[in-house]
């Protein structure tokens, strides 16, 4: 399941705000055209290792598995941008580990190996994971920071407000950016945490729209759509903390469900938590 890293729409300027655009920038060719396949390649690799992960092709022949995105293109955008500034070598070098790992993913399916193909899904689910909590993680501090400043200068308006909603929204979207087989895994303290402090935000979101029928500021009427996406962002937050927190293991209909593709109507699974997730951040950036 695809994850919307951040908010595309640009916010307004805030004073010192242009220091941090070039590692935005850095941020943003390492997400398009690399992170953003990392759907198609998971798919790949969850179906071939269903059919074959337990038991191998009997013949070359059995061995089948579908095409993997070529690579080139992320390869070079991340040759492009390695000597770019700012210098974030622990960043460059993740990016450059995630471009080898989809070159073998690649280069595997193309030689219909079933060994370099356990083992290409496998270094890319590891390098997928190092890349994306770095990208993470720096999009979301930049994110704050320029919040900060915003805030100093325009006070709690109902623009700075609906991004700290946003950016409180994607700190709770990685705990769902898991694997259904790995819920167990979840940090449930740390995860309501985050439930709690986004459930407030929305709240005062709520209360500065209803405190303020005589105001008229920038996309104040869009209120009522981005509560109804945030709403159903935080129940599928709760299905899914609350299967982690009871350890509540998955039918066998609804492993059924995930193998068909269908994990999106499993309640309590990753998938529903990124749909609603990405739904909202759809909501958000649209003109």
């Known amino acids: 399941m695809a994850l919307q890293i951040g908010c595309s729409r640009a916010p307004k300027k805030a004073k010192g705000a242009d220091e941090h ?36 092709p009997a013949t070359p022949g059995d061995l ?43 280069t595997a399916t193309k030689a219909r190996d079933h060994a370099a193909l356990i083992a290409a899904f496998r270094d890319f689910d590891t390098a997928h994971g190092v890349l994306f909590d770095q990208v993470y993680r720096l999009n979301h501090d930049l994110r704050r920071q320029q919040l900060a400043r915003r805030q100093d200068d325009e006070g709690r308006t109902y623009g700075v407000i609906a991004d700290d909603l946003m950016i409180r929204g994607e700190g709770l979207v990685r705990f769902g950016a898991i694997r259904w087989d790995r819920v167990d895994a979840i940090d449930v303290a740390a995860m309501n945490a985050e439930l709690a402090q986004f459930e407030r935000t929305l709240d005062e979101l709520a209360e500065y729209v209803g405190d303020g029928a005589d105001k008229a500021e920038p996309r104040m009427d869009r209120f009522p759509e981005i509560s109804t996406y945030a709403k159903a962002y935080l129940v599928a937050a709760k299905q899914l903390a609350s299967r982690a927190s ?12 995930i193998a068909a593709d269908n994990e999106i109507a499993v309640v309590g699974a990753p998938a529903p938590m990124i749909t609603a997730y990405n739904n909202l951040v759809t909501a958000y950036i649209r003109p």
């Not at 009871?246 to 469900?257: L, Q, W």
């Open 21 to 56: 655009q070039a590692t935005l920038a850095k941020l943003d060719a390492y997400t398009s055209g690399c992170l953003d396949q990392a759907e198609r390649i998971f798919a790949i690799g969850d179906r071939y290792r269903a059919r074959f992960g337990a038991t191998p």
């Open 64 to 106: 089948v598995v579908a095409g993997s995105p070529d690579p080139e293109g992320c390869v070079a955008q991340i040759e492009r941008v390695k000597d770019e500034a700012p210098s974030l070598p622990e960043l460059e070098a993740a990016a450059a580990a995630y471009g080898r790992a989809m070159t073998a993913v690649f």
């Open 246 to 257: 009871g350890k509540i293991p998955f039918s066998d209909a609804e492993k059924i469900m």
